[in-house]
């Protein structure tokens, strides 16, 4: 199995959440829905702390924190709510790595940015849409994981967002062991070029807002051009 076909046990994993989710249903439970259908669909493990779906709600959108720690709630989605999902479905030594926030207004999941009533909420997913379009603005394969930290992170502060996330990055290289990671971070000079695969994951919120945001693809290089996976 190769990159893209794990990565795509994600991206139907999150696709077919959202065809179930529903007000009512408790975060252990889309937690347990999104591993068992990954592992039907071909995954053997998950490689994050062997957490295989990070899913958070609400206000608990804003939370950060590392696998190690992470316990998924037993809060009930509402009728109107917000909802992350961050996927790590593994097979073999290959990794996917694939995260959504989906928005619930009067009980249904919303398909379209446009059409999201709550201005906050809308404004959020689409500052995440603008950050992906700023990455591939921006780089170029001589860019640095520090070149990028840098850009991205002053973008999300001319906009009125901050960076949630609890080590500060905005991604991470696809290895086969986690210690192996290198990140978008401060110091981090190598070049984007050096990984065959990278993740961009920025995880904001509205300065003073009470909610997450995040989407996170796997890009990689071809033929000096910026794809995702």
Not at 112 to 134: F, P, R, V
Request: aromatic share 10%.
């Amino acid at each position: 199995m190769d990159y893209k076909t794990v990565q795509e046990i994600a991206k139907q994993t999150m696709h077919d959440i959202r065809q179930v989710i529903k007000p009512g249903m408790r975060l252990t439970q889309v937690r347990q829905l999104c591993e068992e259908k990954m592992l039907a669909l071909g995954a053997d493990s998950f490689w994050y702390w062997d957490v295989g779906a990070f899913c958070f709600a609400g206000e608990d959108t804003t939370v950060s924190v590392s696998g190690k720690n992470y316990q998924t709630s037993d809060r009930r989605i509402q009728e109107n709510d917000i909802i992350t999902i961050d996927l790590s479905p593994q097979c073999g030594q290959i990794w996917g790595d694939y995260a959504r926030t989906i928005i619930l207004e009067n009980g249904q999941v919303t398909d379209e940015i446009s059409t999201i009533k709550n201005a906050e909420w809308k404004a959020g997913l689409q500052m995440e849409d603008l950050l992906h379009a700023e990455l591939r603005r921006f780089v170029t394969p001589d860019t640095s994981f520090e070149e990028l930290y840098f850009h991205i992170n002053e973008m999300i502060r001319q906009n009125g967002f901050e960076n949630l996330d609890f080590m500060g990055n905005l991604g991470h290289s696809i290895v086969q062991r986690k210690e192996d990671r290198i990140y978008i971070e401060k110091g981090n000079t190598a070049k984007l070029s050096a990984v065959s695969l990278f993740t961009f994951e920025p995880h904001i919120c509205r300065n003073g807002g009470k909610y997450g945001y995040k989407k996170e693809n796997i890009y990689y290089w071809e033929d000096g051009t910026l794809c995702e996976l």
